[in-house]
């Protein structure tokens, strides 16, 4: 019989080797029978409630008090139902807890008290209208807020004071108009704001007073039409400044003045309609620019003057028709990524700016109604490139770079790939030819089908012609049902274009047929017109055969002689003899004497 210490030592062993066992072996003892209990990447102890359908209270009771990462969440048919309440106080290591998509509408007071080891709050995508600072008391080593996708109207003065150590807080797509006064009192070290998708008017500049230290500044989607510089002033520390999306019609020249340390900036998306020479002359830390999807029609020779660490710069989706290759000079050194897709620059045009940034290793040109790329048209040190949305109806392996590894030619016109491109393609890192009018005709396909079982590059590929193989997958397509060529049928677009063709050559052909009427019809009436005369031609002289043979027989006189043909010599002469034989028979006939012979 064992002594009463020795079976409390080996119950106590017990205990350890199944809380062992349990967490090595993936599960826990304490753990709730909806939720999964495995270690995170990092090996911390962690409980995951992600079925859905709970409700309140959260049974914390049933979960391995020594939890480090508490992740509670619900898919969108089977919602949770939650409150957060003060029940979290015996997680004495917990260092994250997630809560999203469970409903809640309020954080009750002091809810998170007695929790000293939490660093990372996440309380997205919920129903809460509104926060107070007694919410937080207790987080003094919170390092990381998450109340993005609430339905937070507005924030008091002082309202996350207890936060002392916050870093990062994010406030995205609620329902704030306004940031007051001291929103952001105590929080000296909070590095990164995140207030993009709320409404507002303007942002008071007195409401960034608390925070110098801010690295980066997210506010996209909010409506400003300006920007009160007096806030870049008041954030000298500033790096990462995204004002996507907005209405912004204009920027200074000095608009960045007093922003020396930027090295994103954001402007995509705003109303710009020209970008004043100087305006990033000190950024000479940016390195990466985007000014996509404004109305830009001109690029002044000084706009990116200065620039001298720029890697990416987005101008695409403006209205830029022509750029000066000057414009790029300032950056040709630096710059390794460039987008001008969406623009209605011409190949020339483009041609002048690929040669401009002679060290960029990342070009997209999507988007440009391209037809086709002439041989060397591309700089050979390219590794990636978009030419995604264009035109393009053929591809030679001469159109590419000769170091390309990455190409996306998704969305545009290719029918069919022959043996060198196919080849060419596979031997590339990665290539995206999905949206492209595929037709699964033997003429078109026969190279790729060859090879669509040995090469990952048709994954995704489906036949958009004839109609018999329409969405069916190029990996699945048997050789006996690829028809021949011939059967194509064609879109809206190659139908209406051959209707036009169709009419044009009808028209031809009228015209022609109306040009050959008139022509017979003319020809027919020569041609007859000239039978008549040659039948009367041919009358008459048969007429004068006879008549000529009539005189002959009548004037056979030994003195009168006539050849035939007649002579018009012998003619008047014999005209001459006549009138004198009719006279003297007309004086013979006046006598009453008969001619004799007649």
């Known amino acids: 019989m064992l002594l009463p210490c020795r079976r409390q030592h080996l119950q106590s062993l017990i205990v350890i080797w199944l809380i062992c066992s349990g967490v090595a072996g993936g599960t826990s003892p304490l753990c709730p029978t909806s939720c999964t209990c495995k270690p995170s990447d990092k090996g911390k102890r962690r409980i995951s409630c992600l079925a859905g359908g709970m409700t309140d209270p959260i049974p914390t009771g049933q979960m391995d008090p020594h939890t480090e990462i508490l992740e509670i969440s619900a898919p969108p048919e089977r919602k949770n139902w939650l409150s957060v309440t003060s029940i979290f106080q015996h997680f004495k290591q917990l260092e994250e807890l997630h809560i999203s998509h469970s409903n809640i509408n309020q954080i009750n007071m002091h809810a998170f008290w007695g929790i000293p080891t939490l660093k990372i709050l996440d309380l997205s995508c919920n129903n809460i209208s509104a926060v107070f600072d007694h919410n937080f008391r207790g987080l003094v080593n919170l390092i990381e807020l998450n109340l993005d996708e609430n339905r937070i109207s507005s924030l008091q003065s002082a309202v996350f004071k207890h936060l002392t150590e916050l870093r990062i807080l994010s406030l995205q797509r609620n329902k704030l108009h306004m940031l007051v006064p001291r929103t952001f009192l105590k929080l000296v070290k909070l590095r990164v704001l995140r207030i993009s998708g709320n409404k507002f008017d303007e942002l008071d500049p007195e409401a960034f007073k608390e925070i110098p230290e801010l ?145 960029v290793v990342d070009l997209s040109v999507a988007n440009m109604k391209i037809l086709d790329f002439p041989t060397n048209f591309f700089p050979d040190g390219l590794k990636s490139l978009n030419l995604s949305g264009n035109n393009l109806t053929e591809l030679f392996p001469e159109m590419l770079p000769k170091q390309l590894e990455n190409l996306d030619l998704s969305n545009n016109k290719l029918k069919g790939l022959n043996q060198s491109a196919v080849l060419h393609l596979e031997s590339l890192r990665s290539a995206d030819l999905r949206g492209n009018p595929w037709t699964c005709e033997l003429c078109h396909i026969t190279d790729m089908f060859f090879r669509v079982n040995k090469s990952n590059l048709f994954t995704n590929l489906t036949c958009a012609f004839p109609s018999v193989l329409n969405g069916k997958p190029l990996v699945k397509l048997n050789l006996e049902e690829i028809p021949p060529c011939g059967g194509t049928e064609y879109t809206e677009e190659d139908f209406e274009e051959t209707s036009r063709r169709g009419l044009f050559i009808g028209l031809v052909c009228i015209l022609t047929l109306g040009v050959s009427s008139v022509i017979f019809v003319v020809y027919s009436c020569v041609k007859r017109h000239r039978d008549n005369a040659a039948q009367r031609e041919k009358r008459t002289a048969e007429s004068c055969q006879e008549n000529n043979i009539a005189h002959a027989t009548v004037f056979s006189k030994s003195q009168i002689s006539f050849q035939f043909p007649l002579d018009l010599t012998e003619r008047k002469l014999s005209v001459s003899t006549i009138d004198e034989f009719k006279k003297e028979d007309r004086q013979g006939m006046s006598n009453g004497s008969v001619v004799t012979g007649l």
């Open 215 to 359: 690295r980066t500044l997210e506010c996209r989607h909010c409506g400003l039409q300006r920007i009160n510089t007096q806030i870049y002033h008041l954030l000298p520390y500033l790096t990462h400044l995204d004002l996507g999306y907005n209405v912004i019609q204009y920027l200074y020249y000095d608009e960045f003045q007093d922003l020396h340390r930027l090295h994103s900036l954001k402007l995509d998306g705003n109303l710009f309609p020209v970008i004043l020479e100087h305006t990033f002359v000190n950024q000479q830390q940016l390195k990466y620019l985007c000014l996509a999807r404004n109305r830009i029609a001109k690029l002044p020779a000084t706009a990116l003057k200065n620039l001298t660490s720029l890697v990416e710069l987005d101008i695409g989706y403006n209205k830029l028709y022509k750029v000066e290759s000057v414009a790029f000079s300032h950056i040709a050194k630096s710059l390794e990524k460039l987008v001008i897709s969406g623009n209605n620059i011409k190949l020339e045009g483009i041609k002048t700016v690929v040669d401009a940034v002679y060290n």
